[in-house]
């Protein structure tokens, strides 16, 4: 008998670790895969969606300017409801920390279906960093049957929430597949990631560094003084700061007052996958407040500075890949001037190990699935 498995994503993070969880399923004859996308992200979602190929059985398209997370919480317990209703699924999978995961594992709870976690385990220990995203992770660690940590330290974090130990694997992290396989369709199409062109013939001889910043715990005077970081490296005649900037009002108004018009500063749209992997590969250095980059730039040899005061990816700080150097201006800026000025120091984050993933997570969350773990 085929497995009827329901995948819930709503965000561009999600889907990118979700389609190779996807395919997997997809391409596997003991498993019927129904999708379902919230669209908490539309058009960055909408980017992913197209260049893996998945077409969602079911959109809600939840995405409304400035919905609080009350609403739309509400929005996908009702919705997701609905579709788990209809679909009747063996297994709901939701991945990572995002409110439509968290409404997933809540909504299959409430009809007494299996859940099983992609990228469980995470942990800062702090509920407001990253907010709300660690009291996400927390309730589906509570109600998910299978949790696929990524490493040994997320494992061990739901061990001593006393959860039930058969129903914890470590199976790496599906980033690192999906970082794989968009890597072999652009060196199969180059034209794929070729929009950068422009940015790097305007830049060419200067030293890259990719910028990502949206967290909601940055909002005000932290962005502020991401701004104004930004500002002063720009300053330096060698170096160039590339910046897809999030639609999120609440980062584009604080951005566009500080850094627009700067030559030394590239402000550009979100980028697609493909295009984001690139950016990746042309950049000495990432600079970021987000999760996801933390694991995929140490699998390219990036060091990541990471703007935030907590993070629940320790093991990149512990292998020596990341370092938190939060949201005070005077600290990102003598950190980014140490490792492009410090050759030992850029050469030690550079080629550190990076312990989240080699490429082969997605089989072993399928066959995991298969055996009901």
Same mark, same amino acid.
């Given at each position: 008998?085929?497995?009827?498995?329901?995948?819930?994503f709503?965000t561009r993070?999600?889907a990118?670790?979700?389609?190779?969880v996807?395919?997997?399923?997809?391409?596997?004859?003991r498993?019927? !895969?129904?999708?379902c996308?919230s669209?908490?992200?539309?058009?960055i979602?909408?980017?992913?969606l197209?260049?893996?190929?998945?077409v969602p %059985?079911h959109?809600?398209?939840?995405?409304?300017p400035?919905?609080t997370?009350?609403g739309?919480t509400a =929005?996908?317990?009702t919705?997701?409801?609905?579709?788990m %209703?209809a679909?009747?699924? %063996?297994?709901?999978?939701v991945q990572g920390?995002?409110?439509?995961?968290m409404?997933? =594992?809540?909504?299959?709870?409430y009809r007494?279906?299996?859940?099983a976690h992609?990228?469980?385990g995470?942990?800062?220990h702090?509920i407001y960093h990253?907010?709300p995203?660690?009291?996400n992770?927390k309730i589906?660690?509570?109600?998910?049957?299978?949790?696929?940590?990524?490493?040994?330290v997320?494992?061990?974090?739901?061990?001593a929430e006393?959860?039930?130990? !058969?129903?914890?694997?470590v199976?790496? &992290?599906?980033?690192?597949? =999906?970082l794989?396989w968009?890597a072999a369709?652009?060196? @199969?199409?180059?034209?794929?990631?070729?929009?950068?062109?422009e940015i *790097?013939?305007?830049?060419?001889?200067?030293? +890259? +560094?990719?910028v990502?910043s949206?967290?909601? *715990?940055?909002?005000?005077?932290?962005l502020? &003084? $991401?701004?104004?970081?930004?500002?002063? $490296?720009?300053?330096r005649?060698?170096?160039?700061?590339?910046?897809?900037?999030?639609p999120?009002p609440?980062?584009?108004?604080?951005? %566009?007052?500080?850094?627009?018009?700067l030559?030394? !500063?590239?402000m +550009?749209?979100?980028l697609?996958?493909?295009?984001? @992997?690139?950016l990746l590969?042309?950049?000495?250095i990432m600079?970021?407040?987000?999760?996801?980059v933390q694991? *995929?730039?140490?699998a390219?040899g990036?060091?990541?500075l990471v703007m935030?005061?907590?993070? *629940?990816?320790?093991?990149?700080?512990?292998?020596?890949?990341?370092?938190?150097?939060?949201?005070?201006?005077?600290?990102i800026?003598?950190e980014i001037?140490?490792?492009?000025?410090?050759?030992?120091?850029?050469?030690?984050?550079?080629r550190a190990?990076n312990?989240?993933?080699?490429g082969q997570t997605?089989?072993? +969350?399928?066959?995991?699935?298969?055996?009901?773990g």
């Amino acid at each position: 008998m085929t497995k009827t498995i329901l995948v819930v994503f709503g965000t561009r993070p999600e889907a990118i670790k979700m389609f190779p969880v996807v395919h997997a399923l997809q391409a596997d004859p003991r498993f019927k !895969v129904v999708t379902c996308v919230s669209a908490q992200h539309r058009g960055i979602l909408d980017q992913v969606l197209e260049i893996a190929g998945i077409v969602p %059985d079911h959109d809600l398209d939840l995405m409304r300017p400035d919905q609080t997370l009350d609403g739309l919480t509400a =929005a996908l317990l009702t919705g997701l409801g609905k579709v788990m %209703d209809a679909v009747q699924p %063996d297994w709901v999978v939701v991945q990572g920390d995002t409110a439509t995961a968290m409404a997933g =594992a809540l909504a299959a709870y409430y009809r007494k279906l299996s859940v099983a976690h992609v990228e469980a385990g995470l942990r800062s220990h702090n509920i407001y960093h990253p907010w709300p995203e660690e009291v996400n992770r927390k309730i589906i660690g509570t109600i998910a049957k299978l949790h696929f940590a990524p490493t040994d330290v997320s494992a061990s974090a739901l061990l001593a929430e006393n959860v039930d130990p !058969v129903g914890v694997h470590v199976t790496g &992290n599906t980033v690192i597949d =999906a970082l794989q396989w968009v890597a072999a369709r652009i060196a @199969a199409e180059p034209s794929l990631a070729e929009g950068l062109a422009e940015i *790097e013939a305007r830049f060419a001889g200067k030293r +890259i +560094i990719g910028v990502t910043s949206h967290r909601r *715990e940055n909002f005000g005077g932290g962005l502020e &003084n $991401i701004a104004e970081a930004i500002r002063q $490296i720009a300053a330096r005649d060698d170096v160039a700061l590339v910046f897809p900037v999030h639609p999120n009002p609440n980062v584009r108004k604080v951005m %566009d007052a500080a850094l627009s018009g700067l030559p030394n !500063v590239a402000m +550009i749209e979100p980028l697609d996958y493909p295009h984001f @992997a690139r950016l990746l590969s042309i950049s000495e250095i990432m600079l970021t407040d987000s999760g996801g980059v933390q694991e *995929e730039a140490p699998a390219l040899g990036k060091p990541v500075l990471v703007m935030r005061e907590t993070t *629940e990816r320790p093991e990149g700080v512990t292998a020596g890949t990341a370092k938190l150097v939060g949201t005070d201006v005077e600290r990102i800026v003598s950190e980014i001037f140490t490792l492009l000025d410090d050759k030992a120091a850029y050469s030690a984050m550079a080629r550190a190990h990076n312990p989240f993933g080699d490429g082969q997570t997605a089989r072993r +969350i399928v066959e995991l699935l298969a055996n009901d773990g």
